[in-house]
């Protein structure tokens, strides 16, 4: 039996003949190393970019599973079998997934997005949707904040993405702002180096941008003053609190009056008014 004889003769699968599956065994190999040079090719270039590493990853790991589907239809087609219908039957049953993941899909969309943006990163203390804490994990699907009262908050990527979202730290320094009011009777110079004071005696305040203490507005009853100062994005709650407790004790030493709402209840003997 010649060599055309047997690979025209079936395998006994189908019309399938053994020059047919000889094809596909050959197209096979060929599929096989033309994948494995564009995944080292692709990943190379993926290295030379500035793209996270978790996106390099996701992004190869796609390409290369685009790449083996295309050589199963190479294949399929190879073997003789109409390709047409299985296309058809994948185009539908992508679309089934893509609607039925619909959320998870826009969740990994957004994940791609902060990933390769960088937005923040983990340790940074950000705000979103009215949720605000440190990041403390980036996944595909969703980032894990924990909040400054010890809650462990999951945020879709999709949320974090489509959403306004302010990043604290990412510059390194935050700014203190304490809000407060004295008397009128107390002279603004007078109030404004009982606030000084109070920034000398809290650790961890930046001189570079300087201290300031400002007159805000003049109140009914009393007139505003706003303490700004900076200091490192990790000491920010610390810095906080003390200055809010040093303010209270410099108002005290400086004989400063911290004013606060009076009602003011006049009682009348009714009698006299008769007269």
């Known amino acids: 039996m010649s060599f055309s004889d047997l690979a025209s003769k079936t395998t006994g699968i189908g019309k399938i003949t053994w020059g047919d599956l000889l094809s596909a065994v050959l197209t096979a ?23 996270d590493a978790r996106v390099q990853k996701y992004l190869a790991s796609g390409v290369k599973l685009l790449l083996y589907l295309i050589a199963a239809v190479i294949i399929i087609d190879q073997l003789g079998v109409d390709s047409r219908s299985l296309i058809a039957l ?11 993941a619909e959320d998870i899909l826009g969740n990994m969309a957004g994940g791609l997005v902060i990933l390769s943006s960088r937005p923040f990163a983990i340790g940074d203390f950000i705000e979103s949707g009215g949720t605000s804490g440190t ?23 999709k949320a974090l993405s489509d959403s ?22 107390a002279p603004t110079e007078t109030v404004r180096g009982a606030c000084l004071q109070a920034l000398s005696r809290t650790p961890d305040v930046l001189t570079d941008p300087a201290p300031a203490v400002y007159l805000t507005e003049y109140g009914s009853s009393a007139i505003s003053y706003t303490v700004y100062c ?10 906080y609190f003390t200055l809010g407790e040093q303010l209270r004790g410099a108002f005290a030493d400086a004989g400063v009056e911290m004013t606060y709402d009076h009602l003011n209840v006049h009682l009348t003997d009714a009698r006299s008014e008769k007269r």
Do not use: F, Q
Request: aromatic letters at 6%; charged letters at 20%.
């Open 29 to 51: 190999l060929v599929c096989l190393l033309v994948i494995r040079i564009a995944a080292r090719l692709l990943r190379r270039m993926l290295e030379k970019s500035k793209l």
């Open 90 to 100: 994948l185009s539908v049953g992508s679309l089934g997934l893509t609607l039925a």
């Open 135 to 157: 990041v403390e994990e980036i996944t595909l699907n969703h980032t894990k904040l924990v909040t400054p009262d010890g809650l462990v908050v999951m945020i879709p990527n």
């Open 164 to 185: 306004k979202m302010t990043n604290y730290t990412v510059l390194g320094r935050r700014r203190v702002a304490w809000k407060l009011s004295a008397s009128y009777d």
């Open 230 to 239: 900076w200091c490192a994005a990790e000491r920010y709650w610390d810095v």
